[in-house]
Nanobody, 114 residues
Framework: QVQLVESGGGLVQAGGSLRLSCAAS??????????VSWYRQAPGKQREMVAV????????NYADSVKGRFTISRDNAKNTAYLQMNSLKPEETAIYYC?????WGQGTQGTVSS
C-alpha cells in the first residue's frame, strides 16, 4: 500500500496561485512506478480529474479547463508530486486530492475568493 498526504492548500484571491504537494510513503515503488493524478471536488459536485503525469514524467495531461494555467510535476527521488495552480478562479474552490492506482490522500482545501 502507498499512503498519500496532500498539502499546500489555502486561501487565495482570484488570479492568485497555489502549489500543492502530494507526499508518498509506505510502498514507494507503487508511487514511483505509476502515474499520479490530481483530482478536485467542489461543494455539491462530482470529483473530477485535473491533471495526470506518467511515472517517468514523460507525459502529462490536463483537463481542458486548466490547460495553460496548471502544471503537474513529480520528483521520484523525493516521492512527491506537485500541482502548480496559477490564475485561479473562484469556481476552482475545492478539495484537491492526489491519486496513485487505488490510493487516495485525505485532500487539501483550496479556496479562491473573488
Amino acid at each position: 500500500q502507498v499512503q498519500l498526504v496532500e498539502s499546500g492548500g489555502g486561501l487565495v484571491q482570484a488570479g492568485g496561485s497555489l502549489r500543492l504537494s502530494c507526499a508518498a510513503s509506505g510502498n514507494i515503488f507503487i508511487f514511483r512506478l505509476n502515474a499520479v493524478s490530481w483530482y478536485r471536488q467542489a461543494p455539491g459536485k462530482q470529483r473530477e480529474m485535473v491533471a495526470v503525469i506518467t511515472s517517468s514524467s514523460s507525459s502529462t495531461n490536463y483537463a481542458d479547463s486548466v490547460k495553460g494555467r496548471f502544471t503537474i510535476s513529480r520528483d521520484n527521488a523525493k516521492n512527491t508530486a506537485y500541482l502548480q495552480m496559477n490564475s485561479l478562479k473562484p469556481e476552482e474552490t475545492a478539495i484537491y486530492y492526489c491519486n496513485v492506482r487505488t490510493g487516495w490522500g485525505q485532500g487539501t482545501q483550496g479556496t479562491v475568493s473573488s
